[in-house]
């Protein structure tokens, strides 16, 4: 992580995030518009640079999946063509082994995900250490029963014993889930002193007060906003989206108990972390 090609800020709070915002990003957008913009006619593209997951120089592939069409996805596209992870997932690999060093002993890390491809390079990049991978698979099912080898757990009432783990990782999880206070009160009630929940969400940084879409009573939906859908590997319509998270979230982790809870903010050019001029990723530190 400690290096001259990457830019890491942390925000506490929405002013901070502004200010730097303001300063920051304008010649990083002018560049994205421009790599698009040259690269327009091209179903993929590659974008050179150095990977932190291989440690080799690698070309990032980009292509325009995801995207509205003028600009590609960056965050979900620069592939690298080694180890097939894309931006984010390079970056989240890299925190954590950044962070595990910092641990300095076997630790036990725990993923909202395990039939995905991250998940699989994630536990053998690991694989000194105690990765555990679930999906959600139904109501009716006990957390932490295994079904044809995948384990299930439900976000608001794990299985783990009080301060069991280390980290716990989650990428785009909680908007999905109806009583998303509930879930952050159980990371926080699993982990071990000092430990860490890694997540990823939409983020609303315009906002201020996380919106709520839809919201579940008696076992029924109901929708305060048109219904939005995300992409989910064991479900073919896909997750419902209940919230639309901004920055209280972070007091609500406080509240919660975490003693730190920020966003990291990070861009590097040279390691293919493009994107909006600047990319999220949140943690709070118990
Ligand atoms: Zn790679």
Redesign the pocket.
């Known amino acids: 992580m400690e290096s001259k090609e990457i830019e890491i800020v942390r925000f506490y709070n929405q002013e901070a995030y502004f200010n730097y915002v303001e300063k920051s990003i304008q010649e990083r957008l002018v560049f994205e518009k421009f790599l698009a913009k040259k690269n327009i006619n091209n179903k993929k593209f590659e974008f050179l640079g150095f990977?932190q997951?291989?440690a080799e120089a690698?070309s990032f592939i980009i292509d325009w999946q995801y995207s509205g069409g003028n600009v590609p996805n960056y965050r979900e596209r620069l592939v690298?063509e080694?180890?097939n992870?894309n931006n984010r997932q390079?970056f989240l690999l890299n925190l954590i082994n950044h962070f595990i060093k910092k641990m300095n002993e076997k630790v036990t890390i725990y993923l909202y995900e395990q039939i995905t491809d991250f998940y699989l390079v994630f536990s053998k990049y690991f694989n000194k250490n105690k990765i555990i991978g679930s999906e959600y698979l139904g109501f009716d099912i006990l957390p932490g029963t295994m079904i044809n080898n995948i384990r299930h757990e439900d976000a608001t009432q794990l299985s783990f014993d009080n301060e069991s783990l280390d980290i716990i990782i989650s990428q785009d999880v909680y908007e999905h889930v109806p009583d998303y206070i509930k879930s952050f009160e159980e990371t926080f009630r699993v982990l071990k002193i000092n430990g860490k929940l890694v997540f990823s969400i939409p983020f609303y940084s315009k906002e201020f007060n996380t919106k709520q879409r839809a919201k579940l009573s008696d076992n029924k939906i109901e929708y305060l906003l048109p219904e939005q859908y995300h992409g989910n590997p064991v479900s073919e319509k896909g997750s419902l989206v209940f919230w639309d998270f901004s920055w209280d979230i972070l007091d609500l982790l406080k509240k919660i108990g975490f003693k730190e809870s920020y966003i990291l903010g990070y861009y590097s050019s040279f390691y293919g972390y493009l994107g909006n001029g600047l990319q999220l990723i949140f943690v709070a530190e118990k």
């Open positions: 990977c997951v291989c690698t690298c080694k180890c992870l390079r």
